[in-house]
């Protein structure tokens, strides 16, 4: 019974010494792991991104769209009824037409008729006066001869209502005889200006009346673009709101108008002419006419005419503003203010007077000196008054680094520089020992 007890305490025993041994070893081998140094957090200076403030002239300008239209465009209709005979081989859908060319040719022959029966009156009228101022003439002498005094006779006696009578009837039938050389020439319908057909609504054999339309056509010397303008854009360029240019002390602005067709970029050039007489109560906007000479021939963009109907852009150019700062609208703040990094690299905030807004950015006029850095990004962490690390668009910026890591590397740079002296020197020492032997 003994036995077995100290059986199981020696068996206690080993295992416990075998536990106290393997503490001791851990213990061991964590006293001889390298201590790790505890160092403060680094903290890297915060970056932006700046671009130095150049001045330039600056032409502000308003970008508008509107639909291009004709500057006259009727309904081409005819003032005599008949059958079409003939029409001109341009009167079709989108022919060309020329002012004074014949585009169609109404039947005449009753209207040759009704000029000789005109012509035939006016002889009869014209002989009809004749005789009737021969015999008032007859009339006078007879009343002379017989010692009458004029005042003593009456009109009729002089046969003055008969006069006055074929004097009316040769005027009316002069007036008959021009009314059917009228309807004649009528019967021709020629084209008022130069311009194209957009849609043909007769055609030969077809029968039509007085007033019945012949065709759709606009002119084509002048195309004009209606563009829509706030307030704001008349400041702009500069434009009162009741504008013509054809009294007004103000230069036509320039406009240009692009369109895209086929994937290729089309330009022309206009001029606005003048403004629309009143506001429109539902935009509370003001429309600018722009106007384009000859968009079919010389003011087309290399054989590309502006069309009409085609939805252009303008840029309408305004008035210029000498040595201004055009920046990145993220440069600018909400408060009308950019934040500058001085030659020392610390940050400020300063306010600036914005002048227009242009499709490249904004237009800045005060504020800003030549030469400084604009900051062009978001700050991040970085604060006013602080310190930071300024960037050009698109430049990266390496790990940052301590002052502690750049001394530390100053000091191996000089050791390192220190070994190659002394090798150097020790090198000399040993080839001048082996010169002497």
Known sequence: MIRKIFVVLGSFGAVLGIIFVGIAIISFTGSMRPKVEKTDPVKAQPTVFVEIAEPENVHLSVIAQGEVSPETEIALSAQVSGKIEAVSKNFNNGGVIRKGEQLVKIEDADYQVALARAQAGLAQAEQALKVAEVEADLA???????????????????????????????????????????????????????????????????????????????????????VPLTDEDFTRLGLPLAYT???????????????????????????????????????????????????????????????????????????????????????????????????????????????????????????????????????????????????????TLSSPVSPEEADNQNDDSEATNTDKDSGMSGGGDTSSGGAAQ
């Not at 012949?214 to 209606?226: E, H, K, M, N």
């Not at 005060?366 to 930071?388: D, N, T």
Request: glycine share 8%; charged share 20%.
């Open 140 to 226: 006078a002498k007879d009343a002379h001869d017989i010692g009458a005094e004029d005042g003593q006779l009456s009109p009729l006696a002089l046969r003055m209502p008969q006069l006055q009578q074929a004097r009316a009837s040769y005027q009316a039938a002069k007036a008959d005889v021009a009314n059917a050389e009228l309807n004649l020439a009528r019967t021709v319908v020629r084209a008022p200006f130069n311009g194209r057909i957009r849609q043909k609504l007769a055609d030969i054999g077809q029968f039509i009346g007085p007033g019945a339309q012949l065709a759709q056509i606009f002119s084509t010397d002048v195309a004009l673009i209606r």
């Open 245 to 395: 240019a054809d009294s007004s002390p103000f230069p036509a602005p320039k406009v240009l108008l692009s369109a895209t067709m086929g994937g290729r970029v089309l330009n022309w050039q206009g001029r606005v002419v003048r403004t629309d007489a009143s506001i429109d109560p539902t935009t509370r906007q003001i429309s600018a006419i722009v106007e384009v000479d000859d968009p079919y021939g010389e003011g087309a963009d290399n054989g590309f005419p502006l069309a009409m109907g085609l939805f252009v852009t303008a840029e309408i150019l305004g008035q210029k503003i000498d040595n201004a700062f055009v920046l990145p609208r993220i440069a600018v703040q909400s408060d009308n203010s950019v934040y500058i990094v001085d030659d020392e690299n610390i940050l400020h905030k300063k306010p600036v007077t914005i002048a227009a807004s242009i499709p490249r950015g904004l237009v800045i006029t005060q504020g800003i000196s030549p030469g400084q850095k604009i900051v062009v990004s978001r700050l991040g962490s970085a604060k006013v008054g602080e310190a930071v690390i300024p960037l050009a668009p698109g430049e």
